[in-house]
T-cell receptor
Framework: NAGVTQTPKFRILKIGQSMTLQCTQD?????MYWYRQDPGMGLKLIYY???????DKGEVPNGYNVSRSTTEDFPLRLELAAPSQTSVYFC?????????????FGPGTRLTVL | KQEVTQIPAALSVPEGENLVLNCSFT??????LQWFRQDPGKGLTSLLL?????REQTSGRLNASLDKSSGRSTLYIAASQPGDSATYLC??????????FGDGTTLTVKP
């Protein structure tokens, strides 16, 4: 099992550009998440999904969009990139069992907006 | 709104010392609490997950405890080694889809 994979690893965007961060998991997990981590800080939840076709906002959703057409994939779309979106983005997944849904993380995408 | 605090923000200890990292949270109605390790520039590695009905979990030299009533968890590291140097994050799940993370404790173990 590859676990949770993310592409790209690094990206530099110009202000106003758009991009999609890809996330795929092969563990058949129902839950998937997108977080961002700013330097010296913990992770903040952007969006999450409890299954294909279902998504919901987290703590910091503004400027982002997501979709979940399959169990495996959960892409994050940035529209009109801004310097405030410079961060490291982590995708995670967890199984459906409520009290024991351990989260598994991808390696992250380091994004710089100039 | 759930808030998670980790104190201290940084800790430096000599090799071989036993140490405790703290995590406190404001809403005691949680599903579980998970401790992670993060090396510089890397992703998160899960260390231990404690279900809401459990008091502690152990893995090797690591022991995590949970006291829901006081809103606290501790991560105990026995016989620390330089390889334990990393940032340790706790995450509290108080909703089916949402976890709240602390800002982490950066641990340095000196040889």
């Amino acid at each position: 099992n590859a676990g949770v994979t993310q592409t790209p690893k690094f990206r530099i965007l110009k202000i106003g550009q758009s991009m999609t961060l890809q996330c795929t998991q092969d563990m058949n997990h129902n839950y998937m998440y997108w977080y961002r981590q700013d330097p010296g800080m913990g992770l903040k939840l952007i969006y999450y999904s409890v299954g294909a076709g279902i998504t919901d906002k987290g703590e910091v959703p503004n400027g982002y969009n997501v979709s979940r057409s399959t169990t495996e994939d959960f892409p994050l779309r940035l529209e009109l990139a801004a310097p405030s979106q410079t961060s490291v983005y982590f995708c995670a997944s967890s199984p459906l069992i409520r009290s024991y849904n351990e989260q598994f993380f991808g390696p992250g995408t380091r994004l710089t907006v100039l | 709104k759930q808030e998670v605090t980790q104190i201290p923000a940084a800790l430096s200890v000599p090799e071989g010392e036993n140490l405790v990292l703290n995590c406190s949270f404001t809403d005691s109605a949680i599903y579980n609490l998970q401790w992670f390790r993060q090396d510089p520039g890397k992703g998160l590695t899960s260390l231990l997950l404690i279900q809401s009905s459990q008091r502690e979990q152990t893995s090797g030299r690591l022991n995590a405890s949970l006291d829901k009533s006081s809103g606290r968890s501790t991560l105990y590291i026995a016989a620390s080694q330089p390889g334990d140097s990393a940032t340790y994050l706790c995450a509290v799940r108080a909703d089916a889809g949402k976890s709240t993370f602390g800002d982490g404790t950066t641990l340095t173990v000196k040889p």
